[in-house]
């Protein structure tokens, strides 16, 4: 059981916007950074979005970040099927256990 | 370009230790941390630890300690991470990925912004 709750897929048509959400709590998303990772089938993750809304360089603006309270959310639009990979959200959390937590991820498929 | 190599697959049995390398290249490597995250066979990533290469302080995930350390070797830019008294369970693809730090230790900012291409670590007796 992931701290970082996300839902298991989401999917959408080429073209179409789809939208990610993680939802935490005060320990980890409420009062930190939140970035995202792409994870194409095979292949290490890949920063997509850091410092909530952020885009290191070579990321599309395709590609958004936003956060609100103890959610973040991932924008994805103009979907193509090279965007099929799983994604994940992960932050700092104050917590004993771990100093940084990752959602449980979302298989984006597009259809 | 900036790039973090890691060492070959390894199989191990039970009660073994495992020790990955990561090799950095294309930036000063005492200007950033290193993390470690494992990832079990279709499941998600789980964050193992960081350490810093400025002046080796380390953070360990709590269901780790005891098992796990991770050093650094600054005069080749490398990192490693040692698992011991490995489980199946421990079964997983391990990435090293680089962390902001300022003096020596790791910032809530600029998330894990290059990764290695992952070693596969599997445990059977």
């Known amino acids: 059981q992931s701290v970082l709750t996300q839902p298991p897929s989401v999917s959408a048509a080429p073209g179409q916007k789809v939208t990610i959400s993680c939802s935490g709590s005060?320990?980890?998303?409420?009062?930190?950074?939140v970035s995202w990772y792409q994870q194409l089938p095979g292949t290490a993750p890949k920063l997509l979005i850091y410092?909530?809304?952020k885009r290191p360089s070579g990321i599309p603006d395709r590609f958004s970040g936003s956060k609100s309270g103890t959610s973040a959310t991932l924008g994805i639009t103009g979907l193509q099927t090279g965007d099929e990979a799983d994604y994940y959200c992960?932050?700092?959390?104050?917590?004993?256990?771990?100093?940084?937590?990752f959602g449980g991820g979302t298989k984006l498929t597009v259809l | 370009q900036v790039q973090l190599v890691q060492s070959g697959a390894e199989v191990k049995k039970p009660g073994a230790s495992v020790k990955v390398s990561c090799k950095a290249s294309?930036?000063?490597?005492?200007?950033?941390?290193i993390s470690w995250v494992r990832q079990a066979p279709g499941q998600g990533l789980e964050w193992m630890g960081w350490?810093?290469?400025?002046?080796?302080?380390?953070n360990y995930a709590q269901k780790l300690q005891g098992r796990v350390t991770m050093t650094t070797d600054t005069s080749t830019s490398t990192a490693y991470m040692e698992l011991r008294s490995l489980r199946s369970d421990d079964t997983a693809v391990y990435y090293c990925?680089?962390?902001?730090?300022?003096?020596?230790?790791?910032?809530?900012?600029?998330?894990?912004?290059?990764w290695g291409q992952g070693t596969t670590v599997t445990v059977s007796s």
């Open positions: 294309g930036y000063t490597f005492t200007t950033y941390g």
């Open positions: 990925a680089r962390v902001r730090t300022i003096f020596g230790v790791v910032t809530p900012t600029g998330g894990m912004d290059v």
């Open positions: 410092d909530n809304n």
């Open positions: 992960g932050t700092w959390d104050s917590s004993l256990s771990a100093f940084w937590v």
């Open positions: 350490i810093s290469t400025y002046n080796g302080n380390k």
């Open positions: 005060s320990s980890n998303i409420g009062n930190n950074y």
